[in-house]
């Protein structure tokens, strides 16, 4: 992975340490490059059809969305 934020390789290394430990425990995920780039590349935090692409999912682990000095809280995911 490239210019991955330092806090997810937080969450990869917890990830893999319970995988290790718990020996059958396995989790699959996957990661959206959503949020502030997204926004500056397309106007948008995430794409129009992001919770047709997120009901694919058991479960969501949402990090912050937005960033209040450039980005209003209501002009993102959190009107859907």
């Known amino acids: 992975m490239t210019d991955v934020p330092p806090w997810l ?7 893999a340490a319970a995988e290790k430990r718990a020996g059958s425990f396995r989790l699959d995920y996957g ?5 502030m780039p997204h926004f500056d590349r397309h106007g948008l935090v ?8 997120l009901g694919e999912f058991d479960a969501i ?4 969305v937005g960033w209040p000095a450039r980005l209003p809280i209501n002009s993102g995911m959190c009107e859907k």
Do not use: E, H, N, Y
């Open 31 to 35: 990661q959206f490059d959503w949020g």
């Open 9 to 15: 390789w937080i969450v990869f290394t917890v990830l």
């Open 61 to 64: 682990f949402l990090g912050a």
């Open 46 to 53: 995430a794409p129009k059809d992001f919770l047709t692409t």
